[in-house]
Nanobody
């Protein structure tokens, strides 16, 4: 089982930017799809972005054009660059294998990192 540690969250004003990092306990080279998820207050955890081996990325419509996912296999790290943040982006952000839907019935979910967008 791979453990993931998220970092980089914080409080930011609308329109601001944050870069989240996710470091794995072992190599992610063999994980074909890595993903970032988020869970807003009162909402289910949702898949926000995926990074597929080979360079293909996918994004939820709500973040398309504003978020960028990237991965550095040599560092066992996945990043999420978040620009032009909106209050509705406020959520706990999680990193995990991108094959999961976000349900607690799948995968092992850590504490994530809190992102709060507010004036």
């Amino acid at each position: 089982q791979v453990q993931f540690v998220e970092s980089g969250g914080g409080l930011v004003q609308p329109g601001g930017s944050l870069r989240l990092s996710c470091t794995a306990s072992r190599s992610i080279f063999n994980i074909y799809v890595m993903g970032w998820y988020r869970q807003a207050p009162g909402k289910q955890r949702e898949l926000v972005a995926t990074s597929i081996s080979g360079g293909v990325t996918n994004y939820a419509d709500s973040v398309k054009g504003r978020f960028t996912i990237s991965r550095d296999n040599a560092k066992n790290t996945v990043y999420l660059q978040m620009n032009n943040l909106k209050p509705e982006d406020t959520a706990v952000y999680y990193c995990n294998e991108g094959r999961y839907t976000g349900s607690n019935l799948e995968g092992d979910w850590g504490p994530g990192t809190q992102v709060t967008v507010s004036s």
